[in-house]
């Protein structure tokens, strides 16, 4: 088996590396209440719901 002739420099191996980790967008799913675009796993800024269930109210985040 071949031995590398010279060292890779840590840089050459990061940059390498780099394309293994990159991030990969969120999903961006419709929520079933207000139908807005929403991250999938989140609760939706728009209505508050997340899973059939009110978590934020809304309408009180707006009086203020």
Known sequence: MGNPARKFSKGRTSRR???????SM???VSCPQC?????SHRVCKKC???DGKEIIDTLKDKSK
Do not use: L, N, S, W
């Open 17 to 23: 590396r780099a394309v293994t980790f990159k991030a």
């Open 26 to 28: 969120p999903q961006i």
């Open 35 to 39: 139908h807005e675009m929403k991250v």
């Open 48 to 50: 508050g719901y997340y």
